[in-house]
């Protein structure tokens, strides 16, 4: 069925909302949309036809894929992040009982799974579907159900209890770590005892807290961040650290600067470690616009032969930096930002140039640009 969606008297205007008249209209970029019936009875089957239609078009226009495969790993609940009566958060493991005094107040902050998208929570016979994020008075027990994507990985019982074993249990102190919080890639995480963190060289990160909190005479030291350069003594906790300037290389294990320490210690005795593992930046694509007609899509190391009289614009530049702020084209002494108008003859000053993605001194790419003189 033809739509026609750009005429006038079209009878679907509002198809002009979707992402392909968008990339047709706007960026002429040629586009399809592929749906299927929410009525197929398996997501099985529903991406079976997706992938039906796919090959087709890609078949039709000569597209050859690559095959890298494919590894769908099943759902798997690492623990919940909850806060009672609005009291400091506490984590809840996978089948562990959550205990409430009757009419406490509830709130699911976080959920750590081996997936990030497509998770919900549902607090059975309260609220709605998904109850993440949303605060409840508990007054009989129940369950939390975690899910992704509609399939049921996980589940937390909810008991309510007598008030003075809850009081018992809050007041205890535990004589170790279990989780240290880290501000990252722009959320707060709990990473546990002996667990490495990755962390993309250039991304900022900062040390909050330990879990549980109540311990006296702790410290946290990260090996190769000094966090108060004027007296150092090795608490390294709400300090903004910059992975790419403020490490030390040699205090690294095997001083090779991927592997840093963070050692917990109460009293000079170790009593919990987290290993952060800096993982290379690195681009993997940059779009730019040609006379403002036509797109380019560049990966590290693809070149593109262009002539002296065209004009060039960066329209984005992805990278596996949480930010993408500050990042941009170094060319001959030149810093080419996002959306910013360039003449090819005052940037490309020989036949054969080498254009560097960059954020401040760390290099994420590179692609080249060949110039038709003839």
Known sequence: MNTRTGEEDSPHKEQRKSATYYALNVHHIPAFGVE???????????????NLVINAFMKRFGIIPQSPGLELKTPSLKYVVVSINGGTPIVIKNNESLHLSKGDTINI?????NYERGLSLDILKYGELNDYKKDFRIFKDTSMIVRKDNYKFGEIP??????????EKKTSIPDKIEYLIIETKGHQ????????????????????DVFPSPLPGIEVNFKGFVGDKKNNTGEDRGYEIDTAKDLMKGYSINQDGINYPIIISRNNNEIGRIIIKL?????????????????????????????????????????NLHSQ?????????????????????????????????KQGSLVLGKIFINMVTN
């Open 36 to 50: 299927t019936s929410k009525f197929l009875p398996s997501t099985d089957l529903k991406l079976l036809f997706h």
């Open 189 to 208: 995480m709990l990473v546990s005892d002996g667990e490495t963190l990755e962390v993309v060289k250039g991304d900022k990160m900062k040390i909050l």
């Open 158 to 167: 909810i008991i309510i209890a007598r008030s003075e074993k809850i009081e």
């Open 279 to 319: 993982a290379p930046p690195k681009m993997h694509y940059i779009v730019l616009k040609i006379n403002d007609n036509r797109h380019i899509l560049l990966r590290s190391e693809d070149s593109v032969s262009l002539y002296p009289k065209d004009n060039m614009r960066v329209e984005e530049i992805y990278t």
């Open 325 to 357: 702020y500050g990042v941009h084209l170094s060319i001959n002494g030149h810093k080419v930002g996002l959306d910013e108008l360039w003449d090819l003859k005052d940037l490309c000053t020989s036949e054969y140039n080498q254009l560097y993605i």
């Open 109 to 113: 902050s976080h959920i750590e799974a």
